[in-house]
């Protein structure tokens, strides 16, 4: 009963708050997200290091791409469900259009790490999408089945939880607390639980692996408590004070619990993750100050066009350079690749593939956004 008029005074504080259109400033800084991500994965080792992860603790600017992720869909999931719970479309009906999006968000993920190899022998069962898709699923029926306190119990909780779990708990054959890669609690059930089907790259453990979802959530989450604020009824002004304010906040609270346990993308620490909403806070108060408040909409333009269709885009960035390698590589044709006298030395090519690639999704994006194709899940 609590939970049900917890609920209901979510759905009548949403309806007597309407927002007074769609939020260009969301769009815009999932379009930045987006075009962080495509420079991140086309970076090869000559190019700045902000755009290499952290090897472990600390963080980098790549480093904030994915909880910027997973931070908008908790937005999105506050202004889109909130709508729609305030028009009085059953929760039933919601309640399956979230678990068909989610769904076929898992899928994808899968099928991208298939691709083009399709090895089921090593199948990925964790990653980018897949991750999304549990974390969207959660946060999705939490709101929808319950209101603004209990979701930020629910945040503060799988946090904490986290937080005992890797500190308190050891792995068989290492100590308690113990972060090294092969000697936390992530890692080792990464290792007795997903096996051969952990990330290629790692092999024995998975940078989006079974635990490290449970802060991984609660991320999505704090973004859901982020999005009551834009879809509030206050002024512009007002709005981007609240998000400064809980974006200062968290950003301290994750200096504070980096003392206890490092701020580090990875394991996804529970001070990764406060740091990071905070850093999202206040990034998207900017835009929405910038863009939505002083009316700077011309200069965000190409973020929108790159935001409003981000999964195409994600689907596309991972793909074609698989579809690229398959082709050009030296045994694709059965034979030895000629070589090329005069080709630019490493790092140039290097260079060039970054400025190039983005160009190329941009280029992508925008096609879809000429001719209104908006491929939604």
């Not at 999964?311 to 390698?325: F, G, N, Q, R, T």
Request: proline share 5%; net charge positive; with cysteine.
């Amino acid at each position: 009963m609590a939970a049900q008029a917890e609920s209901r005074a979510t759905a009548l504080y949403l309806s007597s708050h309407p927002d007074t259109g769609r939020l260009v400033c969301l769009d815009a800084f999932r379009g930045l997200t987006m075009l962080l991500m495509v420079i991140v994965n086309s970076s090869g080792p000559a190019v700045y290091h902000q755009f290499h992860h952290a090897e472990w603790n600390g963080w980098t600017l790549a480093d904030t791409v994915f909880p910027a992720f997973l931070w908008i869909v908790g937005v999105a999931i506050t202004l889109s469900l909130g709508k729609k719970i305030a028009l009085g479309v059953p929760r039933r009906a919601l309640l399956l259009r979230i678990l068909r999006r989610s769904i076929v968000l898992y899928a994808l993920g899968v099928f991208i790490y298939l691709f083009p190899a399709f090895d089921f022998a090593h199948i990925r069962f964790t990653g980018v999408l897949q991750r999304i898709a549990v974390c969207y699923l959660v946060a999705a029926m939490l709101f929808l089945y319950s209101g603004i306190k209990t979701q930020l119990a629910c945040a503060t909780v799988l946090l904490s939880l986290y937080w005992a779990l890797i500190m308190l708990v050891p792995a068989p054959g290492y100590a308690a607390g113990d972060l090294t890669v092969d000697g936390n609690l992530a890692h080792y059930i990464d290792r007795t639980v997903l096996g051969s089907h952990n990330w290629v790259e790692t092999k024995t453990w998975d940078p989006e692996g079974i635990l490290s979802t449970v802060p991984a959530i609660a991320t999505t989450l704090l973004g859901v408590l982020a999005g009551y604020i834009l879809q509030s009824g206050g002024t512009i002004a007002q709005r981007c004070a609240w998000l400064f304010t809980a974006g200062c906040g968290l950003l301290a609270a994750g200096l504070i619990c980096d003392a206890w346990l490092p701020i580090n993308k990875n394991l996804w620490t529970s001070s990764f993750a406060l740091f990071m909403a905070g850093l999202d806070s206040l990034v998207l108060g900017c835009m929405l100050w910038l863009i939505d408040g002083r009316g700077y909409r011309r200069w965000a333009q190409p973020l929108v066009i790159l935001g409003m269709n981000a999964i195409a885009v994600y689907m596309l960035s991972e793909l074609l350079p698989e579809i690229l390698i398959a082709a050009f590589s030296p045994g694709a044709s059965g034979g030895t690749a000629p070589e090329q006298p005069g080709a630019l030395p490493g790092p140039a090519v290097q260079f060039a593939y970054v400025i190039a690639f983005p160009l190329a999704m941009y280029a992508f994006a925008w096609l879809l956004y000429r001719k209104q194709w908006f491929p939604r899940l």
